[in-house]
C-alpha cells in the first residue's frame, strides 16, 4: 500500500510540472501552428492520457476523474482550467468547448478550495464569457 501511495503522489506530482510548464507558454497562433500545438498534445497524453482532439469529445466529469486518479489538488484543478483557457485562445474552433471546460475545472477547484478567491472568482467570469 505505501508503494502505491508514493507511485500516485510520483505521477501527481509529475503532471503537476507538466501543467505549470505548459503555463509559462506564451501561446501565440503562429507559434501554437508550428511547434506548441504537438507539445501540448503530448502533455495532456501524459496529464489524462488523451491529447486534444479527445479534449474536445470529453466531457469535464469524465475529465476530472481521470484528473482525481492523479490527485490533484484544488490549486492544480485551478491550473488546468487556466490551460484550457489558455488553448482555447488559439483554438477558435473550440473555444466555447475549452471555456466550458475551464469554468467547469474553477467552479470545482472553488469548491475544493473551500476558500473564497477573487483571482478565481474573475477567472469564472471569464470563462463563462467565453463558453
Known amino acids: 500500500m505505501i508503494r502505491s501511495k508514493s507511485f500516485r503522489d510520483d505521477e501527481n506530482e509529475k503532471a503537476g510540472e507538466v501543467l505549470t510548464g505548459l503555463l509559462q ?3 501565440m497562433p503562429d507559434l501554437w501552428r508550428k511547434s506548441q ?3 501540448v ?3 495532456l497524453e501524459e496529464i489524462i ?3 486534444l482532439s479527445g479534449l474536445y469529445e470529453t466531457l469535464p466529469d469524465v475529465l476530472l476523474l481521470k484528473l482525481q486518479s492523479k490527485r490533484f489538488t484544488a490549486d492544480q484543478y485551478e491550473h488546468f482550467g487556466d490551460l484550457m483557457l489558455n488553448i482555447s485562445l488559439v483554438e477558435p474552433d ?3 468547448q475549452l471555456a466550458s471546460h475551464a469554468l ?3 467552479e470545482y477547484s472553488q469548491t475544493e478550495s473551500k476558500t473564497f478567491s477573487f483571482g478565481l472568482i474573475e ?3 471569464e470563462a463563462k464569457s467565453l463558453s
Open 49 to 51: 492520457e488523451t491529447g
Open 104 to 106: 467547469f475545472f474553477y
Open 123 to 125: 477567472k469564472i467570469k
Open 37 to 39: 500545438r504537438e507539445k
Open 25 to 27: 507558454e506564451d501561446f
Open 94 to 96: 473550440h473555444t466555447q
Open 41 to 43: 498534445d503530448k502533455a
